[in-house]
């Protein structure tokens, strides 16, 4: 096993083309240390729905520029294969370490196949690129990003040419593909031959903010900003700007891109911590929003002042905001969400007399809605404009946040009165989430086990009246890992998560009020009920 392991590395080293990984991984060889090999070397990374995302460094459990190239050398034989023999292929990527050489790979790796390669001019917000995928006519795209990982990690995802991201069997086919390449060395990659994009897709996407904006509503709302050491800055004020909002004041530590993510632990909105710097900056500012996207600015997270404290709303009370505030507009179209997303949606569009469906989660799902105008995931991912963009985009979220809060502003109100409106209109739905993050995946595989085997009937005192497991799929649903209890007046789904190392919990409870009297014994039951259901899941999981 041992010389086994060996030699793969060894076979790795001489092909790899990257000197840091090489360097790496050759004093692993030279050290003998069998145990980080084995972590390197026990199988490889695996392209999914979300593509690929891993730590950097070297072997096929990283994400490194051989893996990237393999990774390219497979969508371009899917790519061929689905008749696409000289289509473009436009690529963008974010700050983290290594992305402009996967970008750089991918591109020759696609102009070698014999495809057009088009790479954006430089680290932009993952919704510019699944913008110009639909603005180019490409026939797919490529971000590299790993979203808002930790700073060790980077990944790969992939866009066909509706500007979606891919779903089964895509996913499969082009890991087939991939599979199927012998060698590096059979992989062509040129040193030049396909474009660096300027800034006029740039440009077309700013052009297209406007477009979520009412053209005569007001612009007053005054916001703090912060980017997450991410790519969101420039394209985010340039927005604001065009629209004609006050500049947003930035949180000056945060604001410009950096793939160590120095300031926060994660540099993840909803994580603990990291809005911190957003809150002192908007005590010394006092503006009537704190707007963060998070490092590729795909999704976006509000906060507002409640009471004397600032406190992050959360993605389903987004959610429920942007939707009402769209409905109030005139919206028309379908309203989607994930299963995992607040059931309020369904409530505001049924009044509204408009269609509503479900999807999977991630937006992969929801941007294949038919007749979509309005989609949102809990966490913190929305699509206001999905005919410009068919995937969350934390640029255009926060405009359209910024406006709603302008509109109430002019009446004297804020974002939570409308949350309160809304909670007296159709119940407060509030939500929460259980999450555990693991050393050992088998710790995830065992609890989602446990809960089939042993299936609790009662969570809080309330009786399961339905319990779904989501690997058969439903009428509406296609098959995924996931189990959905419904109960009483609260809702429980539990699954995997996609693209970290997490077993997900998101729980909701419903609860009735009269008036907006009612609404502080309602909050107050409302916590209760989600403390215990938590607690009763807890120990229904063995986690």
Request: one cysteine or more; proline letters at 7%; a negative charge.
């Amino acid at each position: 096993m041992h010389d086994d392991l060996i030699a793969r590395a060894q076979a790795w080293l001489a092909e790899d083309p990257d000197p840091e990984t090489r360097d790496e991984l050759a004093k692993l060889i030279d050290a003998g240390d069998v145990t980080e090999l084995a972590d390197r070397f026990g199988g490889t990374l695996q392209f999914g729905t979300a593509g690929l995302r891993g730590e950097i460094g070297a072997g096929p459990m990283r994400m490194n520029r051989t893996v990237v190239i393999r990774a390219a050398a497979g969508l371009a034989a899917y790519l061929k294969k689905q008749g696409h023999d000289d289509g473009l292929v436009v690529i963008g990527y974010d700050a983290r370490h290594k992305s402009a050489d996967f970008a750089r790979d991918t591109a020759a790796v696609m102009t070698g196949a014999g495809l057009r390669a088009a790479v954006l001019p430089r680290p932009l917000p993952t919704p510019v690129l699944a913008y110009a995928i639909r603005h180019l006519g490409a026939a797919a795209g490529v971000e590299v990003t790993a979203s808002h990982n930790p700073p060790r990690d980077n990944g790969y995802k992939v866009y066909l040419g509706d500007g979606s991201q891919i779903v089964p069997p895509g996913d499969i086919d082009i890991a087939a593909e991939i599979a199927a390449v012998p060698s590096l060395t059979a992989v062509p990659r040129p040193e030049s031959g396909w474009e660096t994009l300027d800034d006029s897709v740039l440009d077309a996407y700013l052009a297209r903010t406007d477009a979520v904006l009412a053209p005569d509503s007001p612009r007053t709302a005054r916001t703090v900003y912060t980017a997450m050491h991410g790519v969101g800055k420039d394209v985010l004020l340039a927005a604001f700007e065009r629209a004609g909002f006050p500049a947003p004041a930035l949180v000056a530590e945060q604001a410009d891109p950096d793939p160590d993510f120095p300031t926060v632990a994660f540099p993840n909105p909803e994580e603990p911590g990291a809005m911190d710097l957003a809150f002192a900056k908007a005590r010394e500012t006092d503006p009537d929003l704190v707007i963060a996207n998070d490092p590729d600015a795909d999704r976006c997270a509000v906060a507002v002042r409640d009471g004397d404290a600032w406190r992050m709303l959360r993605g389903d009370e987004v959610g429920a905001l942007l939707a009402a505030h769209l409905v109030n507009r005139g919206a028309q179209g379908t309203f989607a969400e994930s299963i995992v997303s607040s059931s309020l949606l369904g409530r505001i569009a049924e009044k509204a007399g408009l269609p509503y469906e479900e999807t999977l989660t991630g937006f992969k799902w929801i941007a294949r809605v038919d007749g979509l105008r309005y989609g949102y995931e809990e966490a913190l991912g929305y699509c206001v404009d999905p005919e410009g963009v068919r995937d969350k985009d934390g640029i255009t979220a926060a405009l359209l946040i910024t406006e709603l809060a302008s509109v109430l502003k002019a009446e004297g109100r804020t974002l939570l009165d409308l949350l309160d409106d809304l909670a007296v209109e159709h119940g407060l739905h509030a939500t929460d989430q259980l999450s555990v993050r693991v050393q050992d995946l088998s710790v995830i595989a065992d609890a989602m086990r446990q809960l089939r085997e042993q299936p609790p009937t009662e969570l809080a005192g309330l009786a399961i009246t339905r319990a779904e497991d989501l690997t058969q799929g439903t009428e509406t649903l296609p098959p995924t890992d996931g189990l959905r209890y419904t109960l009483d007046g609260a809702r429980v789904i539990v699954r995997p998560s996609g693209t970290e190392p997490k077993l997900k919990c998101y729980l909701e409870v419903v609860v009735p009020v009269g008036t907006h009297d009612g609404l502080p014994a309602a909050r107050a039951k409302a916590a209760d009920l989600l403390a215990t259901i938590k607690r009763d899941l807890s120990a229904a999981a063995g986690i």
